[in-house]
C-alpha cells in the first residue's frame, strides 16, 4: 500500500491488456469521435473565456488605446498572482479522472473539496498584493498614464483571485468525469454576464462614475463570483452530493491534501515560471515605447481567440489520459492524445493560415469603434505581428497537447524542471539581445516563437520516451483492483 506523496508505479507490460485496434482512426476507443466528445466542449467552453477577453480589450480600444495597453500588461500581472494556485486547483482533474477510471467515485467529492479549500485559504492572501501594486508597475517603468490605468486594473482585478481558483476547483468535479458539457453551459453563461456587464460599465451606462478600465475590471469579479454561485447550485444536486459524497467527505484531509500539493504544486510553479517568464517579456516589450506596447496587446488580443480554446483540448486529453491509466490502460492514453495532437494541428493549422493571409478580418472589430488617431500605425504593427502568432501558434499547439498529456499521467516534476530552464533562458537571451545588439520589437517575438517550439521539443520527446506510462497520482491501494470499468458518466 503505497500512502507516499509520491507517483505510484505500475509495470505497463503487465498491467495493461493489448491495444485494442477496432473501427477506424474515428471510431476505435480513443479514436477521433470519443477525443472530440470530450474536447468540443471544452473547447466551447474556453472559447466563452476568450471571447469574453477579447470583447473586454476590444471596447477598452474603443474608449483608449491606453486603457487596452494596460489591461494586457496588468492582467498578465494578476495571472502571475494566481497561476501557481490555478495550477494546484486545476490538477484536481487529474485526481477525478483517475479515481473515475479506477472506479472509486467515493473519493472524487474528497478531491474536489481539498481543492475548494486550497482556493479559500489562499484568497487572503491575494488581496495583499493590492497596496504592492503602484510599486511594482512603477518599478516596471511604463508610461505614467499608462502605470496609472495598470494600477488601477490591477486593485481591482485582485477581488476575482479568490473565486477564480475556487471556481477551477469545482469544475474538475465535472472535466475529470467526461462531463464537459456542464462546464460549457457555465463558462457561457459567465461569458454573457460579463460582456454585458462590460458594455454598461466600461462606457458608464449607468451613470455610476465607474468607466473604462475600472468598469472592465468589475464586469470580470462579477462573472468570477457568478460563476462559483453556479457550479455549488449545480453540484448540491443529490444525484451528485450522494454518489460523489459530497456533502460527506468536505472535511480537510491532510493526506489528500499534500498529494494534490506534491503533484499539483510542481504543475502550478510550472505554470508560475512560464506566466512570469512571459509577463516579464511582455513587460520589457513593453518599455519599447507605446506603439511597440499596443501593438503587442492587440495581437495577442487577437491570438487569444484561437488560443484559449486549444487549452480546451489539453484538458479533455488530460482528462482522458488519467481515466485511462486509471484503469491501467497506459495503451489508450497513448492513443488518446496523438488523436488529440492531429485534431489541435488541423484547428492550429487553419488559424496560422488565416492569421497570415487575412489579418484584417480578426482586427474588424478593434477596427471598428477605435476612431482615435494613431490606430492605423498600431494596425500596421500589429499585421506584421500575427505572422508570428501563425508560426508559433502551430508549437504552443504542440507544446499544450503533449505537456497535459505528461501532467494527466503525473509526470509533473519534468515539466516544472523544462518550464524553468526554457524560461529563464528565454528571458536571459532577449534582454542579452537587446541591450547588446539593438534587438527591438521583433527580436522579443523571435525570442517568443523559439522559446514556444523548444517547449515543443522537450515535451514531445518526453512523451516519446514513455516513463509517464508508469505514473499514477492516486493512491496504490485504490489501483490493485483497476480493471476495464467502462468510464461512463450517469451524471
Known amino acids: 500500500m503505497n500512502q507516499s506523496p509520491h507517483a505510484s508505479t505500475l ?10 485496434d477496432s473501427g477506424s482512426w474515428w471510431t476505435r476507443p480513443s479514436g477521433g469521435r470519443e477525443v472530440l466528445i470530450l474536447a468540443l466542449p ?3 467552453s474556453t472559447s466563452f473565456t476568450s471571447v469574453m477577453h477579447f470583447i473586454d480589450r476590444m471596447f477598452l480600444t474603443w474608449h483608449s488605446s491606453t486603457a487596452m495597453a494596460a489591461s494586457m500588461q496588468a492582467g498578465l500581472a494578476q495571472w502571475t498572482l494566481i ?3 490555478f495550477g494546484v486547483a486545476s490538477y484536481v482533474n487529474s485526481f477525478v479522472a483517475q479515481y473515475h477510471g479506477a472506479g472509486h467515485d467515493e473519493r472524487i467529492g474528497a478531491s474536489v473539496w481539498q481543492g475548494i479549500w486550497f482556493g479559500i485559504l489562499l484568497s487572503p492572501l491575494f488581496l495583499l498584493a493590492i497596496p504592492l501594486a503602484p510599486g511594482f508597475f512603477a518599478l516596471v517603468g511604463h508610461d505614467p498614464a499608462l502605470q496609472r490605468e495598470e494600477v488601477l486594473y490591477f486593485q481591482i482585478l485582485a477581488w476575482a483571485s479568490g473565486p477564480t481558483i475556487i471556481a477551477t476547483a469545482m469544475s474538475t468535479f465535472f472535466t475529470g468525469r467526461g462531463q464537459m458539457v456542464v462546464t460549457m453551459i457555465v463558462s457561457g453563461i459567465a461569458c454573457a454576464i460579463n460582456i454585458i456587464a462590460d458594455y454598461f460599465l466600461i462606457f458608464d451606462k449607468f451613470d455610476l462614475g465607474v468607466e473604462g478600465i475600472a468598469g472592465a475590471a468589475y464586469a470580470t469579479v462579477l462573472a468570477h463570483w457568478s460563476t462559483v454561485v453556479i457550479y455549488a447550485l449545480w453540484m448540491y444536486q443529490k444525484k451528485y452530493r450522494q454518489r460523489y459524497r459530497l456533502t460527506t467527505n468536505w472535511r480537510f484531509d491532510p493526506k489528500l491534501m499534500l498529494r494534490l500539493i506534491y503533484f499539483g504544486g510542481s504543475s502550478g510553479l510550472q505554470m508560475l515560471i512560464e ?7 511582455l513587460l520589457l516589450v513593453g518599455r519599447l ?13 487577437i491570438n487569444i481567440v484561437a488560443f484559449i480554446p486549444m487549452v480546451g483540448l489539453g484538458i479533455a486529453i488530460s482528462t482522458l489520459v488519467g481515466q485511462q491509466l486509471g484503469q491501467n490502460r497506459p495503451d489508450l492514453a497513448e492513443r488518446a492524445t496523438w488523436t488529440g495532437l492531429t485534431l489541435g494541428m488541423l484547428y492550429s493549422s487553419v488559424a496560422a493560415l488565416l492569421y497570415f493571409a487575412a489579418p484584417d478580418l480578426f482586427l474588424m472589430g478593434h477596427a471598428a469603434g477605435a476612431h482615435w488617431e494613431g490606430f492605423q500605425e498600431i494596425r500596421d504593427v500589429a499585421v506584421i505581428l500575427l505572422r508570428f502568432v501563425a508560426l508559433y501558434f502551430l508549437f504552443d499547439t ?22 524553468a530552464v526554457v524560461s529563464i533562458t528565454g528571458v536571459a537571451v532577449g534582454q542579452l539581445g537587446a541591450m547588446y545588439f539593438g534587438g527591438g520589437l521583433y527580436w522579443w517575438w523571435s525570442v517568443l516563437t523559439g522559446w514556444l517550439f523548444t517547449l515543443a521539443m522537450c515535451y514531445l520527446t518526453r512523451f ?23 468510464v461512463v458518466d450517469v451524471g
Not at 509495470?11 to 485494442?20: G, V
Not at 506566466?275 to 517579456?281: I, K, M, Q, W, Y
Not at 491501494?477 to 470499468?485: E, G, R, T
Request: hydrophobic share 55%.
Open 11 to 20: 509495470s505497463t507490460d503487465a498491467a495493461a491488456p493489448a491495444l485494442e
Open 42 to 44: 471544452m473547447v466551447i
Open 83 to 85: 497561476c501557481f494556485a
Open 275 to 281: 506566466g512570469a517568464g512571459f509577463t516579464v517579456l
Open 289 to 301: 515605447g507605446k506603439l511597440e506596447a499596443e501593438a503587442t496587446t492587440l495581437a495577442f488580443n
Open 398 to 419: 504542440m507544446q499544450i497537447v503533449f505537456v497535459c498529456a505528461l501532467k494527466g499521467a503525473g509526470d509533473t516534476l519534468f515539466v516544472l524542471f523544462v518550464a
Open 464 to 486: 516519446l520516451h514513455g516513463d509517464w506510462k508508469k505514473m499514477r497520482v492516486i493512491e496504490q491501494k485504490y489501483l490493485d483492483d483497476a480493471s476495464l470499468i467502462p
